[in-house]
């Protein structure tokens, strides 16, 4: 199965990219899918969390209070470090045995924190899903409510644009409007449909 990485920071429209390669009939793995299975409440990854954090950041009814951990590993590189120590080796086996499974070609690996987490060896190629920072912001507080300073955090705590561009095989411009976004998948579908049959 040949496996491209997608991925892009915050609010760069990782999930559109990713429901326009799913209407191709690509299986799409996404990572952020599977960390909301183990931290759903009875999820696996729970404990864990709760051990490392505290146990106040469960609620009563057993969800995860996601705003209040989002706050302390933001504002905390160690913390955010332990949290990923709970997580991610978890969601890579999860995305491992997926892509097994998978039927097709090819499949999108959707892994936000890619290079973060330096999982590049995932994949066979990493398409970057690419728009100007300050795009950026507009795009997360519209969708999200957070304030600009929260965004411009989270943004400082994922690699640099600059940095991500260096490690794309292949880019998505999506500064554009959501029209310009199809055309380029499928350009980058019917390329991936050859490389895979080359593999």
Do not use: C, W
Not at 35 to 57: K, N, Q, V, Y
Not at 64 to 77: C, E, H, K, S
């Amino acid at each position: 199965m040949y496996k491209v990485a997608l991925t892009g920071g915050i609010g760069s429209g990782k999930s559109s990219a990713s429901a326009l390669f799913a209407t191709l009939g690509v299986p799409v793995i996404d990572a952020d899918v599977i960390s909301h299975a183990l931290t759903a409440p009875g999820g696996e990854t729970l404990p864990a969390i709760a051990e490392a954090f505290g146990a106040d950041l469960i609620t009563a009814d057993g969800a995860l209070d996601r705003a209040a951990l989002r706050r302390i590993v933001f504002a905390d590189p160690a913390a955010r470090r332990r949290l990923e120590a709970i997580l991610h080796p978890r969601i890579r086996a999860n995305m491992r045995a997926d892509a097994e499974a998978a039927d097709g070609p090819y499949v999108i690996l959707a892994i936000p924190l890619l290079l973060e987490t330096s999982q590049t060896d995932l994949a066979d190629r990493v398409l970057v899903i690419d728009l100007p920072r300050s795009q950026q912001i507009e795009r997360v507080i519209a969708r999200s409510g957070l304030d600009a300073a929260e965004v411009e955090r989270i943004i400082a705590s994922q690699v640099s644009r600059s940095e991500r561009l260096a490690a794309a095989d292949d880019i998505i411009d999506n500064s554009g409007p959501e029209e310009a976004l199809r055309p380029q998948v499928e350009a980058l579908h019917r390329r991936y449909l050859t490389l895979a049959s080359e593999q």
